[in-house]
Nanobody
Framework: QVQLVESGGGLVQAGESLTLSCVASGNIFRDNTMAWYRQAPGKQRELVATITRGGTTNYAASVKGRFTVSRDIAKNTVYLQMASLKPDDTSVYYC????????????WGQGTQVTVSS
């Protein structure tokens, strides 16, 4: 089992920045990918960004150029730096931890709310 705890959410105004953190603990397997997803009310959960253990990243088109995902291997922590936030970014953000090469499944955090006011 892997436990994930997100933090850093909050209420910000459009154009401002926010950084989310997610700490993984438990049975951390070496070959893994960490990811951020988000889910707005009434919408499906969508992928925001992924980062492999080796540091390869991928982003959703809607956040590319504004969000940056990074990780600290030693601290089992993944970060999501969000800049130029828009009201459309308002969602619950979830951290995901899964085996390398998997495109779904894995472990989930409880989520952290990000609200962007206009």
């Amino acid at each position: 089992q892997v436990q994930l705890v997100e933090s850093g959410g909050g209420l910000v105004q459009a154009g401002e920045s926010l950084t989310l953190s997610c700490v993984a603990s438990g049975n951390i397997f070496r070959d893994n990918t960490m990811a951020w997803y988000r889910q707005a009310p009434g919408k499906q959960r969508e992928l925001v960004a992924t980062i492999t253990r080796g540091g390869t990243t991928n982003y959703a088109a809607s956040v590319k150029g504004r969000f940056t995902v990074s990780r600290d291997i030693a601290k089992n922590t993944v970060y999501l730096q969000m800049a130029s936030l828009k009201p459309d970014d308002t969602s619950v953000y979830y951290c995901n931890f899964r085996r390398s090469g998997a495109i779904s499944g894995g472990y989930w955090g409880q989520g952290t709310q990000v609200t962007v006011s206009s």
